[in-house]
């Protein structure tokens, strides 16, 4: 297991390999890293990042930028050996919350805190003021991203928005100490294996220590089977492109 990442780029190359490597023997990270690069270089095309602007509606729509074309290339490499900047569709997102609903109708979300790990530039956080949740907050280790977020917080108006407490924090979530208070945590797939086993740890530990109503909205969930080894949460709706658990 890595030690939390700060900001380093040649730190998380580092971890990424040591883990690769651990898992599928260092030939294979080394074909692995060479199909990285390559990904990375062709998507640094002026092409490949036009293509990026395809998601900019939202953007246009409430006059914040959140959009994937404008990360800095630094950040979408360190994203390649952790996890990629990838705004949530929100027509997806909307979806995701019926399901919550419809699976739990007894649970009063006006209690729930919703948590965004891996917050990115903070579409998530913005599309979750449109809910009349507690309060908001997403946690990002990427200080450039971070900076985006609290703009684009600041910034945001909607006619539809119904939580107007949203605050962003600079931090690495695998560390982040979850507040005592009915969650509703949201995972866009933000963390490689290992930073996602530590925080799901952290998470079953407080829960241990005070007992709450906790939902897990896991977008993407390439690493599943880590929510599902554990013995507090039980995966309670889904698609292909969503698990929700309580």
């Given at each position: 297991?890595?030690?939390?990442?700060?900001?380093?780029?040649?730190?998380?190359?580092?971890?990424?390999?040591?883990?690769s490597?651990?898992r599928?023997?260092?030939?294979?990270?080394?074909?692995?890293?060479?199909?990285?690069?390559?990904?990375?270089?062709?998507?640094?095309?002026?092409?490949?990042?036009?293509?990026?602007?395809?998601?900019?509606?939202?953007?246009?729509d409430?006059?914040?930028?959140?959009?994937?074309?404008?990360?800095?290339w630094?950040?979408?490499?360190?994203?390649m050996?952790?996890?990629?900047?990838?705004?949530?569709?929100?027509?997806?997102?909307?979806e995701?919350?019926?399901?919550?609903?419809?699976?739990?109708?007894k649970?009063d979300?006006?209690?729930?805190?919703?948590?965004?790990?891996?917050?990115?530039?903070?579409?998530?956080?913005?599309?979750?003021?449109?809910?009349?949740?507690?309060?908001?907050?997403?946690?990002?280790?990427?200080?450039?991203?971070?900076?985006?977020a609290?703009?684009?917080?600041?910034?945001?108006?909607?006619?539809?928005?119904?939580?107007?407490?949203?605050?962003?924090?600079?931090?690495?979530?695998s560390?982040?100490?979850?507040?005592?208070?009915p969650?509703?945590?949201?995972l866009?797939?933000?963390?490689?294996?290992?930073?996602?086993?530590?925080?799901?740890?952290?998470?079953?530990?407080?829960?241990?220590?005070?007992?709450?109503?906790?939902?897990v909205?896991?977008?993407?969930?390439?690493?599943?089977?880590v929510?599902?080894?554990s013995?507090?949460?039980?995966?309670?709706?889904?698609t292909?492109?969503?698990?929700?658990?309580?």
């Amino acid at each position: 297991m890595c030690p939390p990442i700060e900001f380093s780029l040649p730190d998380a190359i580092l971890c990424w390999w040591k883990e690769s490597s651990a898992r599928e023997g260092p030939l294979h990270t080394f074909r692995r890293f060479l199909t990285l690069l390559w990904e990375f270089a062709r998507e640094s095309t002026p092409s490949r990042r036009r293509q990026r602007y395809g998601d900019v509606e939202y953007d246009w729509d409430f006059r914040v930028d959140t959009t994937g074309a404008t990360v800095g290339w630094r950040d979408r490499l360190l994203g390649m050996f952790r996890s990629p900047y990838q705004p949530t569709e929100p027509t997806l997102f909307r979806e995701m919350l019926a399901s919550l609903m419809l699976a739990s109708p007894k649970s009063d979300f006006r209690q729930f805190t919703f948590i965004d790990i891996g917050s990115g530039k903070g579409r998530a956080l913005l599309m979750a003021a449109d809910y009349p949740f507690r309060r908001i907050l997403g946690i990002e280790l990427l200080p450039e991203l971070h900076r985006v977020a609290k703009e684009n917080v600041g910034k945001y108006k909607s006619d539809s928005q119904q939580c107007f407490v949203i605050d962003c924090v600079l931090g690495d979530a695998s560390e982040f100490v979850f507040p005592p208070e009915p969650t509703v945590l949201y995972l866009f797939n933000p963390l490689p294996e290992s930073g996602l086993v530590r925080t799901i740890s952290n998470l079953e530990r407080s829960l241990r220590e005070h007992p709450r109503p906790m939902f897990v909205l896991y977008h993407n969930p390439l690493l599943e089977p880590v929510l599902t080894r554990s013995v507090v949460f039980t995966r309670i709706a889904g698609t292909h492109q969503y698990s929700i658990f309580a």
